[in-house]
């Protein structure tokens, strides 16, 4: 046995070949760092020869410069160092204009603007959108939601500048969200940068000075004055209507019975004409003292007509008196 192998013993080693063999019982130093490096590559590689997609996410596979969507969720698999992947987001997200979504606090020079008959107004609104494409929202534009956010300023101001302040801080809020939202929908249709409009609001909407804002409110006050003037008066009129209808009714039928009355009465005063037209022909002289009698009768009920005579008799003419009773006996007294 040498030295070496006595020496090897005596620290805890022995050889190979039981103290025959060459070598002095260590492992190489060369063949454990190409070993180790070896393991490390191979986890390299199989840890980026993988990638995960969630359910609200899809992917842009990129392979030497070109891109393709991958839009399953689940594991998938890619080749490292040759394959990248990019990821987005597809959940609706949002956007503030005109304020800070993370204080609130107003942002004057993205809120206030012009409305059509020269006043100013502060707006605030709130843009949610969504990532329709994903190749085309990573390759499309360096920065989609900026394009975004400068699209739907522009289009604001625009439908802004068209309305009187009026409607847009009371009546017109909604036809005013409907009208930016197309126009903002067309124009990403036109910058196609992968990017889709979901919905925009109108968070708030005042005037940009405390005293305007209490003439607003004064304004909209005497607005819903107005309005309860107009209801009470409608009411009033609904109750009133029936009422006279019912008069108005009431006075037609009254009418209507007068009109009948005095048409058979005129019908019946013609009758009594005609026959006494007839009866004038027969006998004109007659039936004209007639008619004298019975038109001084009814002038004058209580006159009398009295004749007398040259020797002093007096006859009552008219009224022509009963030949029994008070006017006989006055009769004759007068006779006599």
Same mark, same amino acid.
């Given at each position: ?133 994903? !190749?085309?929202?990573? *390759? ?8 975004? /956010? =400068?699209?739907? #300023?522009?289009? $604001? &101001?625009? !439908?802004?500048?068209? *309305? ?8 017109? /809020? =909604?036809?005013? #969200?409907?009208? $930016? &939202? ?155």
């Amino acid at each position: 046995m040498t030295k070496d192998s006595t020496r090897n013993r005596k620290n805890g080693f022995e050889t190979v070949d039981g103290g025959h063999g060459i070598g002095n019982g260590r492992f190489p130093s060369g063949k454990l760092l190409g070993l180790i490096a070896a393991i490390v590559v191979l986890l390299a590689l199989g840890w980026n020869s993988t990638y995960q997609i969630r359910e609200q996410e899809q992917a842009v596979l990129i392979t030497l410069g070109r891109a393709q969507a991958v839009t399953t969720p689940g594991l998938h698999f890619k080749i490292p160092f040759i394959q990248q992947v990019r990821k987005v987001n597809t959940t609706i997200q949002g956007l503030s204009i005109g304020y800070d979504s993370s204080t609130y606090e107003s942002i004057t020079s993205d809120s206030l603007m012009i409305t059509s008959d020269y006043n100013f107004v502060n707006v605030d609104f709130y843009v949610e959108y969504r990532y329709s494409d994903p !190749v085309k929202a990573v *390759y499309a534009s360096q920065n989609p939601v900026e394009i975004l /956010k =400068n699209i739907s #300023q522009s289009c $604001i &101001r625009t !439908v802004i500048g068209s *309305y009187p302040v009026d409607e847009v801080l009371t009546t017109g /809020k =909604n036809e005013i #969200q409907a009208a $930016i &939202r197309e126009m903002i929908v067309d124009r990403l249709e036109e910058q196609d940068i992968g990017v889709q409009l979901v919905n925009i609001t109108i968070q708030d909407s005042e005037p940009p000075t405390t005293e305007v804002m209490e003439a607003f409110k004064e304004v909209e006050t005497a607005k819903q004055g107005k309005e309860t003037a107009l209801n009470n008066a409608n009411k009033y009129r609904n109750e009133q209507l029936p009422k006279a209808q019912a008069q108005a009714d009431g006075i037609i039928k009254d009418a209507e019975a007068a009109k009948t009355e005095r048409i058979n009465e005129a019908t019946a005063q013609v009758a009594r004409f005609n026959a006494m037209y007839e009866e004038y022909i027969k006998n004109p002289n007659v039936t004209k003292q007639r008619m004298f009698y019975e038109a001084m009768e009814e002038v004058l009920p209580d006159l009398k007509v009295v004749i007398e005579s040259p020797d002093g008799n007096m006859q009552t003419i008219y009224p022509l008196e009963s030949f029994v009773g008070t006017g006989s006996t006055e009769k004759r007294s007068a006779i006599n």
